[in-house]
């Protein structure tokens, strides 16, 4: 996701800063490499390194959340929140002279850049992009809630003046700027599907049970595993028939422990039969069309 925060915060300042454009925007360190590309340009540079990144820990939390994808329901915990801090420096090709200050240039602009990430605070991908769409794939996460943001903060990074050795140059002023993003977990099934249950039943009188199986499977196009809508699934032996719902999902009720034939088949594809044993030692009683 952070070539998708880079991207909203080039739109930012290309937009919200007055006279820079995507092409003075770099988010490559600002080593002795840049400098030389620097020396080649002919406007004001703008470099946004993203420096270091931890944990939010002030915004975890354990909530989950739970969906059903495909017939089958899937839980995920609520985003981990990840502060990504950015050193932004203002870089002028001019040099020195009577007539020119860079200094002053580069202030400049770092006052605008400044000014544009507090009037934009928190950061909403949706305004910032606006009147023109997200990019393709932007992820939802970062756009509800949206983005915190922290500007000069209180506690300044307290590495700058090493960071700047490590670059080989001199200490230039920077925009501190700490965005909180989330990361977001994988969607996984909340549980193990329940395929057979058992029911008991007996009464004061006559105590001994009698034990019922319902059995449940779903029905799957090969190759692909895709599910199989209405599709009809008839339990041979005691010839009764069930229609596979819209996630490709059968179930029949009220049989006994034995062994049994599945039949199942839909329109344009052939009829396929299954030999199972109730209950399956595999746990699953699927039916595959071609």
Known sequence: ????????????FATKVPGLTPAQISFNAPDQDWRNLI??????????????????LDRRSNETFTSTIGGIAQRRRSPERLRC??????????????????????AVLLYDVAQALIDNIPLDAAAIYAPGPLPAGFPDDMLEPILPAVVAPSEPFPKLADFWMRMDTIWRPVVDLIVTMPVAYAERPAGPPVTTLFSEFGTVEHPALEELVAIGG????????APVPGAWVRLVELNRTSTSNAAGQFIFTGIRRGSYTLEAGAVSHATVTRSIDVPSLSGEYDLHLV
């Open 85 to 106: 801090r950015y050193l932004i420096s203002a870089w002028s090709p001019a040099k020195a002279n009577p007539l020119t200050d860079p200094a002053i240039e580069e």
């Open 1 to 12: 996701m952070i070539d998708y925060l880079d991207g909203l915060l080039s739109q930012l």
């Open 39 to 56: 020396n080649g340009m002919v406007a004001i540079a703008l470099n946004v390194y993203l420096v270091e990144l931890y944990q939010d």
């Open 218 to 225: 779903v029905v799957r196009l090969t190759p692909g595993d």
